[in-house]
């Protein structure tokens, strides 16, 4: 289990509560993922819900990863937009989960 799950069952708060208690460890941005929820953002002022992208999901393997790799890409090609960012990873992860495997289906560099 996970700490957000803990933290969810100890104190039935939500997904923003939760975020601002790991802000108040010290922590500057929160970023969470949560399969077909979609991910969040919050740094104690923004907090931004970004869904998932409809598709055809053939695995899962590798959607994890290939988010986190579109958003941090996307902060650097959009200057630290954090919204583009997520959408980024959203569209990244989309598109892992079309193929079977973490080792194809990625967003080109032309596709960004």
């Known amino acids: 289990m996970n700490i957000l799950q803990q933290f969810k069952v100890r104190s039935g708060s939500g ?57 941090l890409s996307g902060l650097f090609i959009y200057s630290g937009f954090v919204k583009k960012a997520l959408l980024l990873g959203a569209r990244n992860a989309a598109a892992i989960l079309q193929t079977y495997g973490a080792h194809e289906g990625g967003l080109s560099k032309r596709d960004l």
């Open 15 to 71: 997904i923003k509560s939760m975020m601002a208690e790991l802000l108040k460890l010290g922590l500057s941005k929160v970023i969470v993922t949560c399969g077909e929820e979609g991910a969040y953002y919050y740094d104690g002022y923004e907090f931004y819900h970004q869904p998932v992208i409809s598709t055809k999901v053939k695995n899962t393997t590798g959607a994890g990863d290939a988010f986190n790799s579109g958003f």
